[in-house]
């Protein structure tokens, strides 16, 4: 690769991260989604996953040290007990299961969650901490299986009474736990080395300033326009999830 491929694939990576920094930042997923077509295309479907692995921490990492403040810590370690040895499970289960009928189960299951989280809301349901577990343990196995699943924590955490900076912080430190897990069985089946983790944690630094940029606009965003920006996010994933596994 020339002195001039490396810097355009540096300078397309360093701005797709900013822009992915600021909407994860918003809406608490959608970083690593922007990201992976990109990611890809440069490093291959093999040596994406453990780059977007390390990205997805750098971001979660940013969206803990903003909301530090309003962060649930009993959802956290709920959610935790039971996500992380359900990722271990997840990544190990991988090669068995067909790539195409998980993709379609998840795009399918993220544009129905739009109707069923509002019918949820009008019936003035909500998750109780101990339900948090199930959800972990959910959760948790799906991201051993797939690249993200940062848009299927939002109704679950948004069903706990959750919101804003609060939602924001409680799912970006309940997802740590997930990611580290995941991160280190990718590490011992010999995916995670040092390279990956080097261009992970360059692309990361970029989502991180972008992730700074973020709180002002959370702040400044009525709780409704929060919530129709989620789903239109959780919209368009769902859609581009089915469209990738055709």
């Not at 940013?62 to 309003?70: D, G, N, T, Y």
Request: charged content about 10%; aromatic content about 10%.
């Amino acid at each position: 690769m020339t002195v001039q491929e490396l810097l355009l694939q540096a300078l397309v990576l360093g701005f797709l991260g900013l822009g992915a920094g600021v909407l994860g930042g918003v809406i608490g997923f959608g970083t690593t989604i922007i990201l992976m077509p990109a990611l890809v295309y440069f490093y291959g479907p093999i040596q994406a996953i453990p780059v977007i692995a390390i990205v997805a921490t750098v971001a979660n990492l940013s969206r803990i040290f903003l909301w530090w403040s309003v962060i649930n810590w009993k959802v956290c370690f709920v959610y935790s007990i039971t996500a992380i040895p359900a990722v271990i499970l997840g990544v190990n289960t991988l090669v068995s299961l067909d790539d195409r009928l998980v993709e379609i189960t998840l795009g399918l299951f993220l544009i129905l969650l739009i109707p069923i989280r509002r019918w949820m809301r009008q019936q003035n349901f909500y998750l109780k901490l101990w339900q948090m577990s199930l959800v972990g343990a959910g959760i948790g196995y799906l991201t051993g299986i797939v690249a993200t699943t940062g848009a299927i924590n939002t109704p679950f955490f948004l069903a706990f009474g959750l919101s804003k900076g609060a939602f924001l912080g409680t799912e970006a430190a309940s997802t740590l736990s997930i990611l580290f897990t995941k991160g280190i069985t990718f590490h011992q089946l010999g995916f995670l080395n040092a390279t990956a983790m080097i261009q992970g944690l360059l692309i990361g630094s970029c989502v991180l300033v972008g992730s700074i940029f973020s709180k002002k606009i959370v702040l400044a965003l009525p709780e409704k326009k929060f919530l129709l920006l989620m789903e239109l996010v959780m919209l368009i994933s769902g859609a581009s999830i089915l469209a990738m596994s055709f």
